[in-house]
């Protein structure tokens, strides 16, 4: 418990200043290309799969994004103890984004909704094998003095693919159905050959001696379940937008996927300008301060959005409020992770991390699609409003249980 009660302090301020690392743009721009390759595909998953796929119902649909997310389950937590294990990182980004050029590519090939399922469960797999450890690299690179600021810059180019990704989706879908899944397969290629060239390894990274030392990462760091905690009901809402969101406004307001792209947009643009502050600002004045309102805020109006958008401009509006509020809690979040554990730790962290935030981006568009069918979908907003206010209470809870308050404020 020592490195966990040293860096304690971290969670409210740190006094010492510190160069960012270059390798943080790299590896910024590395997952800027990878995350942009799988958001461009979420705006026409409706013509994609529904509308190309007959007889297949709503249900059926949100399992191309379960199954995806069900791999990112399973394949991080293995990503990030082999690669631990190995003390390597970079040979886990080339692979992924390579396998994935060839995976994009006969998915717009497959006959059958069967075989699409089978492709995009390998697909994650390999996705997650790229950007899990893209990831891991940034908190590898950090130190205690610019955690937050490290993984702010880091999240600003995620949240950049995440928001830019669906308006270059819809605009590549409106021209023909499979030019995302074109588009995906060249970002790849690019990220291979990049990471070749520009990702180097930490010099600090030592390879564990056993399987079973990452593996019990979390039985020594027990604090490390608030993180994932907080993860797992921000992947949750992930999955629930990215799979609902679409379809409020195909089934509701009747509009396209150029459309969907642009609402998907408006929802991550805020998001993406207050990573690098916020993330700067939490290792001053600590991570809670500023990831418990963000919650509070976020389930509140999240509960009320279904209700409330009757037109495209009210619904942008709604977004971009729930957009800022995410925004307060991403990469606050993310930097508690690394406060909690040593560097040869971060691979398994970042996995545990991953594995609850995965669970959560599948249970998502599960939920959202089962209270649809009960329901309608204005109660699927509501009723993951509801689950967002449950869950940071259960994890504050949590956080009070495990950490000793007199190691400083938080």
């Keep these: 418990m020592k490195s966990t009660e040293k860096s304690m302090s971290h969670f409210s301020f740190s006094k010492n200043k510190s160069r960012l690392p270059p390798q943080i743009f790299t590896l910024g721009g590395l997952m800027l290309l990878l995350i942009t390759s799988l958001s461009i595909l979420h705006t026409n998953e409706y013509e994609f799969v529904y509308v190309r796929f007959e007889g297949i119902t709503l249900f059926q649909l949100s399992l191309y994004d379960t199954l995806l997310y069900a791999a990112y389950l399973l394949f991080g937590m293995l990503t990030g103890m082999i ?36 492709l995009r469960f390998l697909q994650g797999a390999c996705s997650v094998m790229a950007w899990q450890t893209l990831m891991t690299l940034a908190l590898d690179y950090a130190d205690d003095s610019n955690r937050g600021m490290c993984m702010g810059i880091f999240g600003s180019f995620l ?30 290629i690019t990220v291979a050959v990049l990471a070749v060239l520009f990702v180097k390894e930490p010099a600090d990274l030592r390879p564990r001696r056993s ?56 929802y991550a643009l805020p998001y993406i300008l207050l990573h690098y502050p916020v993330g700067r600002l939490s290792d001053r004045i600590g991570r809670l301060t500023l990831l418990v309102p963000g919650a509070i805020l976020f389930g509140l109006l999240f509960s009320l959005s279904g209700y409330m958008g009757k ?4 619904t942008a509006i709604v977004f ?10 991403g990469p606050t979040n993310t930097a508690l992770v690394g406060d909690l554990v040593r560097t040869e730790e971060n691979g398994m962290a970042m996995a545990l991390f991953n594995f609850a935030g995965n669970f959560g981006i599948v249970c998502g568009p599960l939920f959202a699609g089962w209270v649809m069918d009960l329901w309608h979908i204005e109660g699927a907003f509501l009723s993951g409003g509801i689950i967002e206010l449950a869950t940071l209470g259960l994890g504050l809870y949590l956080f009070k249980q495990l950490v000793n308050p007199s190691n400083g404020p938080f």
């Design 83 to 118: 690669s631990d294990r190995l003390g390597r990182r970079r040979i886990f980004v080339i692979l992924g984004s390579l396998v994935s050029v060839l995976l994009f590519t006969l998915m717009v090939l497959v006959i059958s909704y069967t075989q699409l399922l089978i």
């Design 159 to 188: 949240a950049l693919a995440m928001g830019s990704g669906p308006v270059l989706g819809g605009f590549l879908a409106s021209r023909h159905v499979f030019l995302p899944y074109y588009a995906a397969a060249a970002l790849n």
């Design 211 to 266: 399987l079973k030392d990452s593996v019990i990462v979390l039985k020594l760091r027990p604090v490390l379940s608030v993180p994932a905690l907080f993860n797992f009901v921000d992947r949750f809402h992930l999955g629930f937008i990215l799979y609902l969101l679409p379809l409020f406004l195909e089934l509701k307001l009747g509009l396209g996927p150029s459309w969907r792209g642009m609402l998907l947009g408006i």
């Design 311 to 314: 037109n495209f401009t009210i």
């Design 320 to 329: 971009a409020a729930l957009g800022i509020f995410s925004g307060l809690t």
